[in-house]
């Protein structure tokens, strides 16, 4: 999540709140950082911060549009589909 933040912070506008969401289902947890921007950015993905995020995370995904940088993040575990729910 440090590296999300440290991706969307870089370009919030001056003022803007970060905002924090957190889904959690069975075997799924998604989490998404957001800020309001001036403009559209274009997020370094060829950034440490994004290179991290993408190796420890299942999926990764970044979206610019509305004056709204977000980036989510989902975590899987194979643990729910093994039998008796324990891989």
Known sequence: ?????????EHA???????SSFHLAPGQLVVSVSVTTEGTPEPDLDSFAWQV???????????AADGRLTVSMT?????LSAPGGVA
Do not use: I
């Not at 999540?1 to 912070?9: D, P, R």
């Not at 506008?13 to 905002?19: C, N, Q």
């Open 53 to 63: 995020l993408t190796t420890l995370a299942t999926e990764a995904d970044v979206q």
């Open 1 to 9: 999540v440090g590296e999300a933040n440290a991706m969307v912070l």
């Open 13 to 19: 506008a001056p003022g803007s709140d970060l905002s």
């Open 75 to 79: 975590m899987t575990s194979s643990a």
